[in-house]
């Protein structure tokens, strides 16, 4: 399996500014996730990242709000613009295929 | 319709006994199966997966799945207090959606009580 960092661990922002994930990998992959999970809730896709071409977003979230990056085949970013409390989640991203998926340790995010 | 359903519980299990989770899926068209178990604060972690029809056994873990009734589950034997966790039903995209795409049931909480 993969070894999946994620910086920041945790944070705690303002309302109105914006928050950027890193998510590195330890081998090269082709497909890396992001998904949210918000308290008490499962998981949520947020949008697919492939390296070299634009993330595919899922139904009801948009690039303007989450930007992603995937400037090479170990590393990604999710960008959470213009936060606000609802966005207080747990940002996880993930690498794998469709027999399985790995996880990150996740970032904690809390919006005041 | 939820894509992936699950009782949310709390499931309480005396030690020792056998946990039994339940999960069904929308999608016919789906062609794999994952259960992932997650620790409070901890990021998910891939237990069992199944392709076939059947069971699969791994240690303690047997993952059943039933396509025709579009259900699958994961039996835990000897229950221990380590096993206290929410599991996560996940299923692949299926028919509707991207192969890649692996969407999550809204998982079972489990507490097995010595």
């Known amino acids: 399996s993969a070894v999946i960092s994620q910086k920041p661990s945790r944070d705690i922002c303002q309302r109105g500014t914006s928050l950027t994930i890193q998510c590195q990998v330890d081998?090269?992959?082709?497909?890396m996730f992001w998904y949210r999970q918000q308290p008490g809730q499962s998981l949520t896709l947020i949008a697919t990242?492939?390296?070299?071409?634009?993330?595919?977003?899922e139904s009801g979230f948009v690039i303007d709000k989450f930007p992603i990056s995937r400037p090479n085949l170990t590393f990604s970013t999710l960008t959470v613009s213009n936060m606000s409390p609802e966005d207080s989640s747990i940002y996880l991203c993930?690498?794998?295929?469709?027999?399985?998926?790995?996880f990150g340790p996740g970032t904690r995010l809390t919006v005041l | 319709q939820k894509e992936v359903e699950q009782n949310s519980g709390p499931l309480s299990v005396p030690e020792g006994a056998i946990a039994s989770l339940n999960c069904t899926y929308s999608?016919?068209?789906?062609?794999?199966f994952f259960w992932y178990r997650q620790y409070s604060g901890k990021s998910p972690e891939l237990i069992m997966f199944?392709?076939?029809?059947g069971d699969k056994e791994d240690g303690r873990f047997t993952a059943q799945l039933n396509k025709a009734s579009q259900y699958v589950s994961l039996l835990i034997r000897d229950s221990q207090p380590s096993d206290s966790a929410t599991y996560l039903c996940?299923?692949?995209?299926?028919?509707?959606?991207?192969?890649?795409?692996?969407?999550f049931g809204s998982g079972t909480r489990l507490s097995i009580r010595p």
């Open positions: 993930s690498v794998g295929t469709s027999a399985e998926q790995f």
């Open positions: 081998s090269q992959v082709t497909m």
């Open positions: 990242a492939n390296q070299g071409s634009e993330a595919t977003y």
């Open positions: 999608d016919r068209g789906s062609q794999s």
């Open positions: 199944i392709y076939s029809n």
């Open positions: 996940a299923v692949n995209g299926g028919a509707y959606s991207s192969a890649s795409k692996i969407i």
